[in-house]
């Protein structure tokens, strides 16, 4: 199983229906037949390796109501798929796009990773360079610690602890809600803990939540989450790189574009 994030989106040209393959077969088979295509092609999708055993066309076929004999003929007779080995059947369309996909995202995730080892070897040096006033501050600072780590048994406490503690006293309501959205979508994502800046990425959050509600922070960060630019790919993703005026437009744009093919019946995007 794919993660479920990663079922939000796939590429597809909003012309695909007058792609000559795909007119012979409306042409044939009808609005059935292009939707059993897409049925099909999301089908493919959500497979590991995006291809899908023939053996399972019959039960495919019952549960999306239509039948068998349907839905192999949209796989074998119109040049819309590729056969392997006779067990399997794909679509090199949506292989070659995945594969641009995964690559992409195969770079920011390690650029993710570099920028969370970089900041934490930088959070490291800060905290030893730190001056020690008296032996009960010191005291005071390794019980905080320990009662922490004691404290936070999963990954859900450990967020809000650290928010509390981190981010501006001032802060609006909604903060702390966003950036642990944030920094799940981040954790899941990059399989990482995300590195929380109280300078920058708590100010950036607060400034945000001065113009938007949470509820439309958050549907831009899961935007945010499949975008890729040249600063993703070398830097990773941080909530001051998301709250930057240009992302958020970029953000702003998509989800536009989203709701533009909700309403012409999601054909817009392959």
Known sequence: MIPIKDAYYFPHDSNAKDDPKCVLL????????????????????????????????????RRYNTTHDKMKVVVYNYGLFNIENDEFFFSETLRRRMEQIDYKRELARIAGKKSAEKRLLLNDRSTTVQPTFNDRSTSKVNKSKVNNNTSNSNINNNNNNIYNNMVPQDKPEGHTDVIAYFVEKYQECYHTKYLFSKEKDGVAVKRLLQTYDVKTIKELIDIYFDLYDEYVENNGRTISHFAASNTIAKCQAVAKKQKSRMATGGLLSW
């Open 26 to 61: 409306i042409e044939q088979l009808g609005l059935e037949g292009y939707g059993i295509f897409w049925v099909l092609v999301e089908t493919l999708r959500e497979q590991p390796e995006y291809k899908y055993p023939l053996a399972l066309l019959p039960a495919l076929a």
